[in-house]
């Protein structure tokens, strides 16, 4: 009966030893929440990265969030008011500047300028008026011009340049949309028949969600790299503007608002033939990639046309800390996940799927680094030269990534250009009448108008 009841407590002990162990062990443990969006892919791929840092960092555990990027900051605010926000998220950039006047997110600059993290492309950083570092882009973006080789070659044009110093001038741009517009009875738009009523072939679409780098080319833009001064009402901008509207409705080789609805998505439309030419991010490399290997898609990339200079624009959803209040070293678990998701290394499934750019300036630079990048089977042989040489020396910094004022004055240039993408106005018209009236009106003496 000895035996039996040491041999008892001993057990006993064992067990109570294990809960205590267990115990422990979970309240040394940090539990971070991190927000973000995307589709299918991209949700698990952040998934799969977010499994691979938990397992790599047994004291911290990270818990994932989608959240429709349609009412993310919607969301946010419901999150703060309730005192319930993640600890780490993508947010959306143009909205960036609100959050960081009223402190809402972290200063980055420790981290991001530390050796905690490898040297990120200066272009990359939300900064605003030489403040705080309230983000930086998780992936790099660039615009590209993408195409079906195979209309090209139908047509036989010459395909679009891929080195910047080969680039085509804008004129030089139309003449080739116009010779890739073709109407359902075979006339290209230069035909004195083509029925431009009648269009089975565009010659390229989607260039006014996508205007800015058009804009800079031009030395244009919407406003000054400083932030200060307006640029919109600038003569550069306003025959950007135009040219853009005259693709439409003088040139006819790209779809007018009520005729991009018979136009399907980027990588539909090239496959289908029904667009020769798209203007988009580097991201729809993920999507063309899988139409190039599952579609047989003779897909290709070139860098855009100019006005008087080479020139694209960057993009990329900035990844932010929140403000939470939390302790030391609650906010040192929020740097390690930051660091461990901002570093390409760790992020190689979107970056070869071509969801991703890297963010980080030896990706552009170092040989086996590139090689590693494009290696893949959906990266088109001309993509170092149309996309990363590209990237690395024609790149102008999209306001959104500096202009304190870019949501407010977004929500009166947006509506107001619609007036010149539906043709109800010359673009001169709308600069003078409906944005600058009323930018005046929300920012005062800020701006010259």
Request: hydrophobic fraction near 40%.
């Amino acid at each position: 009966m000895k035996t039996v009841y040491m041999t008892s407590l001993f057990l006993i002990l064992i067990l109570l030893t294990g809960c205590f162990s267990s115990s422990t062990s979970s309240s040394t443990e940090t539990s971070l929440r991190f927000t973000y969006w995307g589709g299918p892919l991209e949700r698990k791929a952040i998934e799969t990265l977010i499994d691979d840092f938990n397992q790599k960092h047994p004291t911290i555990e990270v818990h994932g969030q989608l959240v429709p990027i349609n009412n993310y900051v919607e969301k946010m605010n419901v999150m703060a008011a309730s005192k319930t926000l993640p600890d780490a998220g993508y947010f959306p950039e143009g909205s960036l500047y609100p959050w960081v006047e009223n402190e809402m997110l972290q200063d980055l600059t420790p981290l991001l300028k530390s050796d905690q993290t490898e040297e990120k492309l200066d272009y990359t950083l939300y900064q605003f008026n030489d403040g705080p570092i309230a983000g930086g882009s998780v992936a790099n973006e660039v615009m590209n011009l993408y195409y079906n080789k195979d209309l090209f070659e139908d047509a036989d044009v010459e395909l679009p340049p891929t080195k910047a110093e080969d680039a085509w001038t804008w004129d030089e741009f139309v003449e080739v949309a116009k010779e890739l517009t073709v109407d359902r009875d075979g006339r290209n738009a230069n035909d004195a028949d083509f029925d431009s009523s009648r269009i089975e072939t565009y010659g390229v679409s989607n260039f006014t969600g996508w205007i800015d780098s058009f804009l800079y080319s031009n030395n244009g833009g919407f406003v000054s790299q400083d932030g200060k001064d307006l640029l919109i009402q600038s003569p550069e901008s306003i025959e950007v503007l135009q040219e853009v509207a005259d693709l439409m409705y003088v040139h006819h080789v790209m779809p007018t608002p009520s005729d991009a609805s018979t136009v399907p998505a980027t990588d539909t439309a090239i496959l289908t033939k029904r667009v020769a030419m798209v203007v988009d991010g580097q991201w729809a490399m993920q999507e063309l990639g899988r139409a190039t290997l599952e579609d047989g898609l003779n897909l290709g990339i070139g860098v855009l046309p100019y006005f008087q200079k080479n020139a694209t624009t960057n993009y990329g959803t900035p990844i932010v800390a929140f403000e939470t209040g939390k302790d030391e070293k609650h906010q040192e678990a929020v740097d390690t996940f930051l660091a461990f998701i901002m570093n390409p290394e760790n992020v190689m499934l979107l970056i070869n799927e071509g969801l991703w750019m890297p963010n980080e300036k030896a990706w552009y630079e170092d040989t086996d680094k590139i090689n590693r990048w494009i290696g893949t089977p959906i990266h088109p042989a001309e993509y170092e030269e149309a996309v990363i040489d590209w990237a690395r020396e024609h790149v102008v910094q999209n306001a959104n990534y500096f202009w304190e004022d870019r949501q407010q004055a977004g929500d009166i240039i947006g509506p107001a250009l619609d007036q010149l993408w539906l043709n109800n106005k010359t673009a001169e018209e709308v600069v003078e009448e409906d944005i600058l009236p009323r930018m005046e009106r929300q920012f005062g003496d800020r701006y010259e108008y």
